[in-house]
């Protein structure tokens, strides 16, 4: 299996352009989650998806973020407008759900973001 | 709030002695815990877990220690290897919820001196 896919690797934009990224889980995984990685705060949960449902939305820092998964397959993570304090890596991660289980989470090799 | 804290941005250990993260929690219905390491340039990648019915946990070089009533654990790597340099990631998780929501610490940097 080609692992979780993330894209773009590195997006460079200016402040108030619309951003969007994109992940792949792994395929047969029904969980899909997306993180942003920050000095200070380490790794937030933005975001989680159960069998394509949101599940979780609590960690999107405010409405100009919005997520989406229209199948099993795939998944996007929209900034708009974006600022640089969005400047970040936003890891996606998918995993299996067994059931009464942790369940380990995949990540993607993550997409660094740079907002000017 | 940050429900999950490491306290020490980076450590630095001479190859061969043994390296020590630390981690606490604040929330006392976490019961499962991992440790993941990341590479620069890398996703995070799952290392080793425990749950709160053990306090510890073994994988070759790894252990991972649990002391539920100081709600701290520990990640020993003995005996360090350069190879072992990358930033460790602590996280818990909630399963009375059975959601696999992970909640993630802050990172530390870790740096095996040859």
């Known amino acids: 299996d080609a692992g979780v896919i993330q894209s773009p690797r590195h997006e460079v934009t200016e402040m108030g352009q619309e951003v969007t990224l994109r992940c792949k889980p792994i395929?047969?995984?029904?969980?899909l989650f997306w993180y942003r990685q920050t000095m200070m705060r380490g790794l937030e949960l933005l975001i989680y998806f159960n069998n394509n449902v949101p599940i979780d939305d609590s960690g999107m820092p405010e409405d100009r973020f919005s997520a989406k998964m229209p199948n099993a397959s795939f998944s996007t993570l929209k900034i708009q407008p974006s600022e640089p304090r969005d400047s970040a890596v936003y890891f996606c991660?998918?995993?299996?759900?067994?059931?009464?289980?942790?369940?380990?989470?995949?990540f993607g090799p993550g997409t660094r973001l740079t907002v000017l | 709030d940050q429900q999950v804290k490491q306290n020490s941005p980076s450590l630095s250990v001479q190859e061969g002695r043994i390296s020590i993260l630390n981690c606490d929690y604040t929330n006392s219905m976490f019961d499962y815990f991992l440790w993941y390491k990341k590479y620069p340039a890398e996703g995070p990648t799952f290392l080793i877990s425990?749950?709160?019915?053990?306090d510890k946990n073994e994988d070759g070089r790894f252990t991972v220690f649990l002391n539920k009533s100081a709600k701290h654990l520990s990640l020993h790597i003995v005996p360090s290897q350069p190879g072992d340099s990358a930033v460790y990631f602590c996280?818990?998780?909630?399963?009375?919820?059975?959601?696999?929501?992970?909640?993630f610490g802050q990172g530390t940097t870790l740096q095996v001196k040859p």
């Open positions: 425990i749950s709160s019915i053990k």
């Open positions: 991660a998918s995993s299996l759900r067994a059931g009464g289980v942790t369940d380990t989470q995949y």
């Open positions: 996280a818990a998780s909630g399963r009375s919820g059975n959601t696999g929501k992970l909640i």
């Open positions: 395929s047969g995984h029904n969980s």
